[in-house]
């Protein structure tokens, strides 16, 4: 399993490191501001995508899937920074651990509210990690091979400030991958050479 998935592996990786830098990518200038770290496992294993499920009593998002983050905090000018210390926060990632390849487009949270930028960064291994009581149930991994399978997604349409909207569902061992942390993983597939394996409509009107 692992020979076959480290030649798409390799490809992500360095297309999104040769990429990101050159790319223009969409800013939200607004004045909530949030960032997640997107962290790729490409530890001599089968690549995958490290997440969390958050617990079922915080007040927002609460028992959903995400990636470690939260809100710009004052005197944080750089989302990178941001990202970093939410994942040190949240799950003892040193960012020392983080090989940093860049920001990819901002999203709007459902409410419309916080704009959040997705970092992307590699962990060549995983070093022993601990979840925040508070915040995190749960930290798990995806493979690429999985996640490139277009069967596995499903999707639906549905409303958000009176605008159809389409939302996307990965299944994995238990846990859904969806909403806006769903859609980070496609467009993080989309930049890269390998392609997003769902057809993605234009980045909805903000």
Excluded: K
Aim: charged share 25%; aromatic share 4%.
């Amino acid at each position: 399993m692992t020979g076959a998935v480290r030649p798409a592996g390799e490809n992500l990786i360095v297309s999104l490191r040769d990429r990101l830098p050159r790319r223009t990518r969409r800013r939200l200038d607004w004045p909530q501001r949030a960032a997640v770290l997107v962290p790729i496992v490409d530890d001599d294993g089968p690549l995958r995508l490290l997440l969390t499920r958050r617990t079922a009593d915080l007040p927002t998002h609460a028992g959903q899937v995400a990636f470690p983050g939260g809100l710009v905090e004052p005197g944080e000018d750089d989302p990178i920074n941001t990202a970093l210390r939410e994942a040190e926060e949240e799950i003892g990632l040193s960012p020392g651990a983080v090989e940093v390849l860049g920001p990819i487009d901002d999203f709007p949270t459902l409410s419309n509210t916080i704009a959040v930028t997705p970092v992307v960064g590699v962990l060549r291994r995983v070093p022993p990690l601990v979840p925040r009581e508070a915040e995190v149930a749960r930290i798990f991994d995806i493979p690429f091979a999985d996640l490139l399978q277009a069967d596995r997604w499903t999707s639906r349409e549905e409303e958000r400030a009176g605008r159809p909207y389409r939302v996307h569902y990965f299944l994995h061992e238990g846990e859904t991958l969806w909403g806006l942390s769903a859609r980070i993983v496609l467009h993080l597939l989309e930049v890269s050479a390998l392609g997003s394996p769902v057809p993605l409509p234009p980045a909805e009107p903000i």
